[in-house]
């Protein structure tokens, strides 16, 4: 049986699934879609063209579905919505906004745990098991593919893209696009590449031989010096094209990423 505080303001028009959990002092707005067994704690705000998927979870204050702070589209009625995925945990003052018409709307995909004071701008595209750490700050129409850590602080820069499994080490500036299966850092500064995710690639069950056969593409992006990076690329293909996370690392570079990989940490491998 779902469970609606007094005090929470349901308007009409909104959809609550079964055994929701609705505390007080929330606003429902009235285009709303609250999957089963979603639990709003208190005090959360939810408006716009937003779902939510079954079993997730929004703590106090946080702000989800309103109109973004894009300036060139502030007509509530062009918004293109929210949508967020399955057994999501959004913490605590999260605030993320609509898409507006230079897309088909803000996506989080299932099983996402976005923390404290983050933010999600307009038209992001976040996948799935992706974690925002507290205060991370992510600008409008970032693409963010699955596994990724974002660590606290940390800032991105509209239109950047990150791949796979990346981590993005604390109080990072990122500018560039993030290469899949990699760390980048930049301590107060512009994150660059560091070395392979070791650690988390073990975690999700990557091979010894996964793991090599990806560091055998960024080490010839990043470390050899004969030819051009096209070219060395074009070499290691031949090397890793049994590999489908290498060939995915290469098919990055060469198709997806559209702001640059940038350089890499002095300090890398």
């Not at 009625?77 to 609509?98: F, P």
């Not at 990150?162 to 560039?176: D, E, H, Q, Y």
């Not at 049994?242 to 997806?256: G, L, T, V, W």
């Amino acid at each position: 049986m779902t469970e609606i505080h007094p005090s929470a303001i349901i308007k009409d028009g909104a959809v609550i699934g079964a055994d929701c959990k609705i505390g007080p002092g929330c606003i429902v707005g009235s285009n709303v879609v609250l999957g089963d067994r979603v639990e709003l704690v208190a005090n959360v705000i939810i408006d716009g063209k937003t779902s939510i998927g079954d079993d997730s979870i929004v703590y106090p204050f946080a702000v989800l579905g309103v109109m973004s702070q894009d300036l060139k589209w502030q007509d509530e009625s062009t918004m293109t919505g929210l949508r967020i995925g399955k057994r999501c945990k959004i913490r605590e003052y999260v605030t993320i906004h609509s898409g507006t018409p230079a897309s088909d709307g803000t996506e989080i995909g299932d099983d996402c745990q976005i923390m404290v004071n983050a933010h999600v701008g307009h038209d992001c595209k976040v996948g799935n098991s992706v974690v925002m750490s507290n205060l991370v700050q992510v600008a409008g129409h970032v693409e963010i593919e699955d596994f990724v850590i974002l660590s606290g602080g940390s800032m991105v820069l509209q239109f950047v893209r990150i791949g796979r499994n990346a981590f993005i080490a604390g109080m990072s500036g990122v500018a560039n696009d993030v290469l899949p299966y990699a760390i980048y850092e930049g301590m107060s500064g512009r994150a660059t590449y560091r070395t392979i995710n070791r650690v988390g690639l073990m975690r999700h069950g990557f091979t010894n031989e996964d793991i090599h056969a990806i560091h055998s593409v960024y080490s010839a992006v990043f470390h050899e010096t004969e030819g051009t990076v096209e070219e060395r690329l074009k070499r290691v293909r031949k090397e890793v094209k049994n590999n489908m996370y290498a060939m995915d690392a290469i098919d990055f570079i060469e198709n997806r990423s559209k702001r640059g990989i940038g350089s890499t940490n002095k300090n890398a491998e």
